[in-house]
C-alpha cells in the first residue's frame, strides 16, 4: 500500500522560504513509471497544481511559482521536497504531495493527507 | 494554456438521483489524459475516473465517465448520500502540464 505523508512547518513568516517534505513508502521514488507532484488548496478555493518532478530530476513548475519554486528528490531517503520562496499570506494552503501514473493517463493516483501551511508574522 | 471549466458550480440533488458533472476543455485534451477526483471536507482528493473513463481501483460502479476531445462528463448514478462532496476534473498534457477545473459541488 503507498502511503505519501507530508511534513513542514505550519507557520512561515511573510518573505521567508517555505520547505515541506513528502515522505513516501510503499512504492519507490525512482520508480519510472510515475512522476511526484505537489498540489495546493488555497482556503475555500480549488486545488492549484504547483510541480512535478521525475526521480532523474526532470522538473515541470506551474509558471506562475516558478520563480521562486524548487522541487527536489533524495533517493536515499524516498523523499520528495518543496521550496516556496518569498513567500506571502497568498501561499497560505493546505499543500499536497502526489503520484502521477504516467500509465494511467498521469492521473494522480495516491494522495498525502495534506499539511496546512499559514503565512504570517 | 488549458482552461477547464466546471459546470455547474452547485448540484443540488437527493440520494437516489443522477448527478450529471460537466467539464469543458478550452483546447483538445490529447489522449484522453482527462481525470475526476472526489473531495470531501478535510480530506484530500481521491482519484475517481482516468483516461477519460476509466474507474480507479475500488471505485462503485455508479461512478462512471465519458467525453473525448474538449467534452467531459462524469455521472453519478443512484447518488448514496457519502457521495456529497465536491467534484474536479484535471487534464494533463497542456501547458502548464497539469491543471485543474474549479469544481462542482454536489448537495443535498
Known amino acids: 500500500q503507498v502511503q505519501l505523508q507530508e511534513s513542514g512547518p505550519g507557520l512561515v513568516k511573510p518573505s521567508q522560504t517555505l520547505s515541506l517534505t513528502c515522505s513516501v513508502s510503499g512504492d519507490a521514488i525512482s520508480n519510472r513509471a510515475v512522476y511526484w507532484t505537489w498540489v495546493r488548496q488555497r482556503p475555500g478555493q480549488g486545488l492549484e497544481w504547483i510541480g512535478h518532478?521525475?526521480?532523474?530530476?526532470?522538473?515541470h513548475y506551474n509558471p506562475s511559482l516558478a520563480s521562486r519554486l524548487t522541487i527536489s528528490v533524495d533517493t536515499s531517503k524516498n523523499q520528495l521536497s518543496l521550496r516556496l520562496s518569498s513567500v506571502t499570506v497568498a501561499d497560505t494552503a493546505v499543500y499536497y504531495c502526489a503520484r502521477v501514473r504516467r500509465n494511467s493517463y498521469y492521473s494522480l493516483d495516491v494522495w498525502g493527507q495534506g499539511t496546512t501551511v499559514t503565512v504570517s508574522s | 494554456e488549458i482552461v477547464l471549466t466546471q459546470s455547474p458550480g452547485t448540484l443540488s440533488l437527493s440520494p437516489g438521483e443522477r448527478a450529471t458533472l460537466s467539464c469543458r476543455a478550452s483546447?483538445?485534451?490529447?489522449?484522453?489524459?482527462l481525470a475526476w477526483y472526489q473531495q470531501k471536507p478535510g480530506q484530500a482528493p481521491r482519484l475517481l475516473i482516468y483516461g477519460a473513463s476509466n474507474r480507479a481501483t475500488g471505485i462503485p460502479d455508479r461512478f462512471s465517465g465519458s467525453g473525448s476531445g474538449t467534452d467531459f462528463s462524469l455521472t453519478i448514478n443512484r447518488l448514496e448520500p457519502e457521495d456529497f462532496a465536491v467534484y474536479y476534473c484535471q487534464q494533463y498534457g497542456g501547458s502548464p502540464p497539469i491543471s485543474f477545473g474549479p469544481g462542482t459541488k454536489v448537495d443535498i
Open positions: 518532478i521525475y526521480y532523474i530530476g526532470d522538473t
Open positions: 483546447q483538445r485534451v490529447s489522449s484522453s489524459y
